[in-house]
């Protein structure tokens, strides 16, 4: 996964060695900018003036969960409201790609893992594609643990904002964690990987998140999101 701008926590879930690629005149620079202390690199390359580094991650900058990896256990609804009873008009997906991680639902639409450009670097996300005629999707995570902590982080894919460049509509989610509200806004149309960190300690040992997302232009809409959890 190349990433061009600052990496933060999340961004080496899945990752045991990093690659560190800079200026040779720069490179305590770049090492100060990792999320992390840096041990020695297991190996060193220096050609020119860039120097290539493989840096060890250390396991404890893993978080213990991240909602990729629960998706399959999720409950997957989608549907047509504008302004109607969600309840009413939500459909639950029924049909899991277990190989591709990803709920395959009616109507061209589906919710499941994939890598998007976000911000100039590859981002693992869980990925909303509204299809044609579905403007509501609802994606709750079920029997989640007791947790201190849930990150975050969301925003507009690039593909669908070069897409729809000219009327993108808008996109807007509502976050429900044990019962409460966290967040609820609108997204500003733009190529940003919003990040967002909340206290979870109120929450039961096993409780429910709900994130709900809503496109007022649906068709060729994408969104993603990801999130971990620090028990």
């Not at 976000?118 to 947790?147: M, N, Q, W, Y």
């Not at 966290?182 to 149309?189: A, C, E, I, S």
């Amino acid at each position: 996964m190349l990433h061009r701008d600052p990496i933060l926590r999340e961004d080496l879930q899945r990752v045991s060695n990093l690659w560190l690629i800079a200026p040779s005149a720069r490179v305590d620079e770049a090492l100060a900018a990792l999320p992390f202390d840096p041990p020695k690199p297991s190996l060193e390359k220096r050609s020119g003036i860039v120097t290539a580094m493989r840096i060890p991650v250390p396991d404890d900058i893993h978080w213990d969960l991240e909602l990729t990896d629960v998706l399959k256990q999720a409950r997957v609804e989608r549907g047509l409201v504008r302004g109607k009873s969600k309840d009413n008009n939500l459909t639950t997906c029924e049909r899991f790609d277990a190989k591709q991680n990803r709920w395959r639902c009616s109507g061209a639409g589906s919710v499941g893992q994939g890598e998007q450009e976000i911000v100039t670097s590859a981002r693992t996300c869980i990925e909303v594609f509204f299809g044609k005629s579905h403007d509501t999707t609802r994606i709750t995570f079920t029997d989640l643990p007791k947790s201190k902590k849930l990150r975050l982080r969301a925003g507009w894919t690039l593909a669908s904002l070069r897409r729809k460049r000219s009327a993108p509509g808008k996109v807007s989610w509502r976050v429900v964690l044990g019962g409460k509200e966290l967040d609820k806004r609108t997204f500003p149309t733009k190529d940003q990987w919003h990040l967002f960190d909340f206290d979870t300690a109120f929450a039961p040992d096993k409780h429910d998140l709900t994130i709900e997302v809503e496109a007022s232009s649906p068709d060729k809409t994408e969104f993603c999101f990801n999130g971990w959890l620090e028990k």
